[in-house]
Nanobody
Framework: QVQLVESGGGLVQAGASLRLSCAASGRTFSSYAMGWFRQAPGKEREFVAAIRRSGGITYYADSVKGRFTISRDNAKNTVYLQMNSLKPEDMAVYYC????????????????WGQGTQVTVSS
């Protein structure tokens, strides 16, 4: 098993940047592909970004492509989500998730989840 703890959320103005971190403990971090998802009030949880075990291949939702960057540091057991040019529509609770399979855009493919971190973007 792996335990995930997100941090780095907060309140920012539109156009600002934030970096989310997700620290993992438990089984070997490099055994997991990692994903970031988000959920706004009244909406379904949606895929944001994902990264393979080695970090060499990444995937993004069209809505964040070019603005967000996912990365990982396997030596630090941490995955990051750098968010630039934030928009009010990016406001949500952001969750990191882990899977022993290949990363996908489907939240149900991820077995392990953090508790989430709130990102609020004011216009």
């Amino acid at each position: 098993q792996v335990q995930l703890v997100e941090s780095g959320g907060g309140l920012v103005q539109a156009g600002a940047s934030l970096r989310l971190s997700c620290a993992a403990s438990g089984r070997t971090f490099s055994s997991y592909a990692m994903g970031w998802f988000r959920q706004a009030p009244g909406k379904e949880r949606e895929f944001v970004a994902a990264i393979r075990r080695s970090g060499g291949i990444t995937y993004y939702a069209d809505s964040v492509k070019g603005r967000f960057t996912i990365s990982r540091d396997n030596a630090k057991n941490t995955v990051y989500l750098q968010m630039n040019s934030l928009k009010p529509e990016d406001m949500a609770v952001y969750y990191c998730a882990a899977t022993t399979g290949l990363p996908t855009v489907n939240y149900y493919d991820y077995a392990y989840w953090g508790q989430g971190t709130q990102v609020t973007v004011s216009s």
